[in-house]
């Protein structure tokens, strides 16, 4: 008769501790589990075991393996005072309840820790993916601030030694040459101040009082290129074939940044006055070639036979694309880099 209650309050008391302290309510539940066999025992045996198996479940998925295991030897030994409280009119027969509750535990035991598991393995997939993530946005922020900085700064190098060799003879090309610096250093920082304030505001939205930021470079300002690269002693010629329209936003951005660091290369390393920029859009894909007459492999490209990162960039922005890269000397002098970057359904 007292059966019921004894268990419901045994319940109620366990759910509360449960989980602040799963043993401490484990342990409850187990007294109030013997108790209320003793009183009422035919009626009980099967919700006890179903509920003591409940909770070792749940302690093996929320606790540690240590604190699960304690919780498997406490039901062990509750079972030697429910050998002395069996009942004959059992549903299992006289003393069967013990072996069921054996085997309910050890089967929720390992439930629980197969989750356990599961979501210890589901976190490591996931810190992974973080730190995966996480790489690659260091990557980018390299790539970027390379073909940036690279770029101006050989510019503003051969303008400056130019300018310097000229300046007593002829003032007005050292003039020019110095105009020429001061514009590429105001576009270099104009895109450096873009990059930092990018990266430290979550909203990339101008906020109240805020300037908005300039749009990122895309093949619209080859042309620009062209003319900053004409002032540092090397004519840009530009080749376009196939249709103008506007290209997915990180297709257009690699784009140029390749074109970009080519031409730097041609700049630095190729010692000639002249390169060509050949652009075809068609067939669902953007060709891009950058070739030059200069010194061909001898300390072009800068992460091929030098020791920068130009050759490595261009190759992974376009890789990241599902593009193909390629780059090195052509048979009759010179050199040659060629991408081939895909464009998605929407964009052909």
């Known amino acids: 008769m007292w059966g019921f209650p004894v268990l419901g309050c045994a ?16 342990a409850v539940l187990l007294g109030g589990s013997v108790a209320s066999m003793a009183l009422q025992p035919s009626a ?6 179903c509920v003591v198996g409940l909770e070792i479940c749940y302690i093996a998925v929320t606790r540690t393996r240590r604190v699960s295991l304690t919780g498997v030897a406490m039901v062990g030994v509750s079972l030697i005072p429910l050998l002395e409280v069996r009942s004959a009119g059992s549903p299992w027969g006289g003393g069967n309840v013990e072996p069921a509750m054996a085997l309910a535990t050890i089967i929720a035991w390992l439930i629980g820790h197969s989750i356990r598991q599961a979501q210890a393995q589901a976190e490591l997939v996931r810190a992974q993916a973080a730190a995966q993530t996480a790489m690659a946005e260091r990557l980018r922020i390299a790539r970027e601030l390379h073909d940036i900085v690279a770029h101006s700064i050989g510019i503003i190098a051969i303008q400056a030694g130019a300018g310097r060799r000229v300046f007593d ?6 003039r020019d040459a110095l105009a020429a610096i001061e514009a590429t250093s105001r576009e270099t920082l104009s895109g450096l101040r873009r990059m930092v304030t990018g990266l430290r505001r979550a909203d990339l939205e101008p906020g109240p009082g805020q300037a908005p930021l300039g749009p990122a470079p ?8 062209a003319a900053s690269t004409l002032e540092a002693g090397v004519k840009v010629d530009v080749d376009w074939h196939g249709s103008r329209e506007p290209l997915p936003a990180d297709i257009d951005l690699s784009a140029f940044r390749i074109i970009q660091e080519a031409v730097t ?6 010692g000639t006055g002249q390169c060509q920029v050949c652009i075809d859009r068609q067939d669902g894909q953007l060709s891009i070639e950058v070739t030059d007459s200069g010194r061909g492999g001898s300390g072009h490209g800068g992460g091929m036979a030098g020791t920068g990162y130009g050759i490595t960039g261009m190759r992974e922005r376009a890789a990241l694309l599902d593009g193909d890269f390629s780059a090195g000397p052509r048979p009759g002098g010179g050199f040659r880099v060629a991408v081939r970057l895909p464009l998605p359904a929407r964009a052909r």
């Not at 003879?169 to 050292?174: G, L, V």
């Not at 290369?265 to 190729?270: D, G, Q, S």
């Open 11 to 26: 319940l109620l008391a366990s759910g509360l501790l449960l989980r602040r302290r799963p043993l401490t309510a484990l």
């Open 44 to 49: 009980l045996q099967v919700v006890v075991v």
């Open 169 to 174: 003879a002829r003032p007005d090309e050292a």
């Open 218 to 225: 895309g093949l619209a300002a080859i042309e620009r290129l």
């Open 265 to 270: 290369n041609v700049v630095r390393h190729a």
